[in-house]
């Protein structure tokens, strides 16, 4: 993952980081109310955050390469090349972050 080239502010770092150790890993980035936004659907607080993680690990194996970033307005957004086994892969998405005392508050991801 070229993650570890780009700069990216550490509660970032920490989550592109963890989504290849596990669900429970991926949860422990976000504050307790975080929300994340991803393929039409809403999952608010780490419990749900965890289950989406779950859920997203055992239908697809894929890698993320984040190759650009910038901050707008306090969110960063982050654009990477995620290639696996999924309908339409490979794809550039965009992460959009808003953090919150060194976690992740929100999570946005697009196309």
Known sequence: MSSL???LPEPIAAYF???TQGPDSVAQCFTPKAVVKDD???HTGREAIRAWKAAA????TCTTDPFSTELVDGVHA???HVAGN???SPIDLKFFFRLERGLI???EISV
């Open 5 to 7: 080239t780009l700069p």
């Open 17 to 19: 980081a963890a989504d």
């Open 40 to 42: 039409g659907h809403t």
């Open 57 to 60: 690990d055992a239908k697809y």
């Open 78 to 80: 982050v654009h990477a």
């Open 86 to 88: 999924f309908r339409g």
């Open 105 to 107: 508050a929100n999570l």
